[in-house]
T-cell receptor
Framework: DAKTTQPNSMESNEEEPVHLPCNHS???????IHWYRQLPSQGPEYVIH???SNVNNRMASLAIAEDRKSSTLILHRATLRDAAVYYCILSSSGGSNYKLTFGKGTLLTVNP | GAGVSQSPSNKVTEKGKDVELRCDPISGHTALYWYRQSLGQGLEFLIYFQGNSAPDKSGLPSDRFSAERTGGSVSTLTIQRTQQEDSAVYLC????????????FGEGSRLTVL
């Protein structure tokens, strides 16, 4: 499986935008980029996913580099409830695409 | 509620005992997944169900671990002769079908083996 690299931790201030980076230099053409987050003592929660084009939903935006070797999850206005571990995951559109491999993610701290 | 439901939420057991963990997926979701998360670690894939069959059991750590799914709905993860290293949060997820891009996770069952 293609691997992702994320910073161990990041800090942000409340109501400011947050850009969470993810490197995936070995991504293949059929790999989707998924983001999940996990709040303390909860199961992971889907945030967003994309293939090539940038994606927006009510939770966040996903900016994908033109060469797809990196992507950025954007939280437009961080709130205290956004403090969580954020996971960037690749899965292929075929084969074992059910088997999302979660790394250690980025621990986001939001300061009031 | 309408989410993935897991029980028990907490289970403390003695080494050597068997435990059963239950997952009730979202109605209509054909795909079901079990993951394990040890303290401070990422999620480790255990097994995947499509309907009642398990095409991929490759993540089960040993033959003490087994899982079944009946009626295309409820799944049970059984751990026999529990060991201390089995202590973890066991997470269940479901999706409408394989590869839809969104897995819905339950809140997990925290297993502590003394």
């Amino acid at each position: 499986d293609a691997k992702t690299t994320q910073p161990n931790s990041m800090e942000s201030n409340e109501e400011e935008p947050v850009h969470l980076p993810c490197n995936h230099s070995t991504i293949s053409g059929t790999d989707y980029i998924h983001w999940y987050r996990q709040l303390p003592s909860q199961g992971p929660e889907y945030v967003i996913h994309g293939l090539t084009s940038n994606v927006n939903n009510r939770m966040a935006s996903l900016a994908i580099a033109e060469d797809r070797k990196s992507s950025t999850l954007i939280l437009h206005r961080a709130t205290l409830r956004d403090a969580a571990v954020y996971y960037c995951i690749l899965s292929s559109s075929g084969g074992s695409n059910y088997k999302l491999t979660f790394g250690k993610g980025t621990l986001l701290t939001v300061n009031p | 509620g309408a989410g993935v439901s897991q029980s028990p939420s907490n289970k403390v057991t003695e080494k050597g005992k068997d435990v059963e963990l239950r997952c009730d997926p979202i109605s209509g979701h054909t795909a079901l997944y079990w993951y394990r998360q040890s303290l401070g670690q990422g999620l480790e894939f255990l097994i995947y169900f499509q309907g009642n069959s398990a095409p991929d059991k490759s993540g089960l750590p040993s033959d003490r671990f087994s899982a079944e799914r009946t009626g295309g709905s409820v799944s049970t993860l059984t751990i026999q002769r529990t060991q201390q290293e089995d202590s973890a949060v066991y997470l269940c997820a479901s999706s409408v079908r394989r590869g839809t891009g969104e897995l819905f996770f339950g809140e997990g069952s925290r297993l502590t083996v003394l």
